[in-house]
Structures are given as structure tokens and as C-alpha cells.
């Protein structure tokens, strides 16, 4: 067995490179009897080619597609067939399409797919995370600047109550001092119960209330679950 013109003297487990370009096979017919024919058979390739009736053959095969063969020599004598000799080998495939080759380009296929979705993750989080601090800051900004406001507009309504029943007074007096209670105590929170903000909403619109009288209705609901 030649490859290139390299010879192969081990016959078992051959392993040829994809790249060769001529592979050649030399064997000896011998026989006393004309009428003894001989044949080969590149398997899976080929049906029985007749060699020639001399006492030395070769066949030589090119550009052979990756995979298994096997080449069996054999004879005919009288419709009879007899195998003297069999030679199985193999045409490696390139690299890049070998199964670990694809299973490395799979591995790092995965692996830069879940940087990627990691960064992209990331650059999420911290977007959502900024988007929160903002809308923090500005609620926060626009609680600094309503205080002073509702305050002072707050002492007006109540001064402008002074002579009216007293129970009236208590009450917006009391409305007043649990939503300043509830300000000065949540100022720093981000999040704080749904109930404690109704009630601090509640007692907000008691006191505009008492400012607005008939030109602010006020209609509450909230689900007891």
C-alpha cells in the first residue's frame, strides 16, 4: 500500500490523511491455471472490476471521500470465489469536521452566548437600577418642595377654622400632625406599606378638605385583601 508514494508496511488499522492525493495498492497474482481469474472490489464504492491476468497488479484511487473502505482481492475458478486477501482502512476527515472539533465550537458557542446574555443582563439591571434612584431622587425632590407649601397652606386653613366647633379643629389638627408624623418618618424609605400611604393620603385630604371645602370631593376604596 502506497500513499503518496509512501509506503504502508503495517496492514492493520490504516488511518490516511484526507489531504493525500494518489493512493495505490501492488499485489501478486499467482496461479498455474489460465482459467483462474482475477478481481478486486473497492467496498462500498465499486462493484468486481476484473484485474489483469499478470503475475503483478496495482490499482490506484484519488480524492477518496472521508469514511471506512475495504478492498478485497479475490479470484474466480470455475464460478467459484475465493477471497486471498483483504484490506480495510480509513479516510480521515479534515479537521473541521471531526465530532470534537464541533463539540469545542459548541462549548464555546455556549459560553460566549452566556457572556453575552450576562453583560446584556447586567446592562439591564443597572439601567433599571438607575431609573429607580431617579424616579426616587425626584419623588423625594418634589416631597422637599410640597412640605413647606402644604404646611404653610395647612397653618392658613387651620387659623381660618379657629372660632368653629372644637371637635372640628382637633380633627384637622390631627390630620395634619399624623401626615407630618408619617413624612418625617418615611423620608428616607423607598417603600413603605399600602396601608400606612392611605392613611397618610387620607389624612392629607382631610386638611385640603377643610381649604377646598365644597370644591374638592374626595371618593376612597381600597381592597380589603
Given at each position: 500500500?502506497?500513499?503518496?508514494?509512501?509506503?504502508?508496511?503495517?496492514?492493520?488499522?490504516?488511518?490516511?490523511?484526507?489531504?493525500?492525493?494518489?493512493?495505490?495498492?501492488?499485489?501478486?497474482?499467482?496461479?498455474?491455471?489460465?482459467?483462474?481469474?482475477?478481481?478486486?472490489?473497492?467496498?462500498?464504492?465499486?462493484?468486481?472490476?476484473?484485474?489483469?491476468?499478470?503475475?503483478?497488479?496495482s490499482v490506484s484511487?484519488?480524492?477518496?471521500?472521508p469514511g471506512h473502505?475495504?478492498?478485497?482481492?479475490?479470484?474466480?475458478?470455475?464460478?467459484?470465489?475465493?477471497?486471498?486477501?483483504?484490506?480495510?482502512?480509513?479516510?480521515?476527515?479534515?479537521?473541521?469536521?471531526?465530532?470534537?472539533?464541533?463539540?469545542?465550537?459548541?462549548?464555546?458557542?455556549?459560553?460566549?452566548?452566556?457572556?453575552?446574555?450576562?453583560?446584556?443582563?447586567?446592562?439591564?439591571?443597572?439601567?433599571?437600577?438607575?431609573?429607580?434612584?431617579?424616579?426616587?431622587?425626584?419623588?423625594?425632590?418634589?416631597?422637599?418642595?410640597?412640605?413647606?407649601?402644604?404646611?404653610?397652606?395647612?397653618?392658613?386653613?387651620?387659623?381660618?377654622?379657629?372660632?368653629?366647633?372644637?371637635?372640628?379643629?382637633?380633627?384637622?389638627?390631627?390630620?395634619?400632625?399624623?401626615?407630618?408624623?408619617?413624612?418625617?418618618?418615611?423620608r428616607n424609605e423607598?417603600?413603605?406599606?399600602?396601608?400606612?400611604?392611605?392613611?397618610?393620603?387620607?389624612?392629607?385630604?382631610?386638611?385640603?378638605?377643610?381649604?377646598?371645602?365644597?370644591?374638592?370631593?374626595?371618593?376612597?376604596?381600597?381592597?380589603?385583601?
Open positions: 500500500v502506497d500513499v503518496d508514494g509512501q509506503t504502508i508496511e503495517n496492514l492493520k488499522n490504516i488511518k490516511i490523511p484526507h489531504r493525500f492525493k494518489t493512493l495505490t495498492f501492488n499485489w501478486t497474482n499467482v496461479s498455474f491455471d489460465s482459467s483462474v481469474e482475477f478481481f478486486y472490489q473497492l467496498a462500498p464504492i465499486q462493484e468486481d472490476v476484473k484485474a489483469y491476468n499478470s503475475e503483478f497488479s484511487f484519488f480524492a477518496l471521500q473502505y475495504t478492498l478485497t482481492l479475490f479470484s474466480m475458478v470455475r464460478g467459484e470465489k475465493r477471497i486471498f486477501q483483504e484490506i480495510s482502512f480509513e479516510i480521515l476527515k479534515p479537521w473541521y469536521l471531526t465530532l470534537s472539533f464541533w463539540s469545542l465550537l459548541a462549548i464555546l458557542l455556549a459560553i460566549v452566548i452566556t457572556i453575552i446574555v450576562k453583560i446584556f443582563n447586567r446592562r439591564i439591571r443597572r439601567k433599571q437600577l438607575y431609573e429607580e434612584k431617579l424616579i426616587i431622587s425626584q419623588l423625594r425632590a418634589i416631597r422637599s418642595q410640597m412640605n413647606p407649601h402644604f404646611l404653610y397652606n395647612a397653618l392658613n386653613t387651620i387659623t381660618a377654622e379657629v372660632g368653629k366647633p372644637e371637635q372640628h379643629l382637633k380633627g384637622l389638627v390631627r390630620a395634619l400632625a399624623e401626615y407630618l408624623r408619617y413624612s418625617l418618618e418615611t423607598d417603600r413603605v406599606p399600602l396601608g400606612s400611604e392611605f392613611e397618610a393620603v387620607t389624612s392629607y385630604l382631610a386638611v385640603e378638605k377643610a381649604r377646598f371645602r365644597e370644591k374638592l370631593e374626595i371618593e376612597a376604596e381600597i381592597d380589603p385583601d
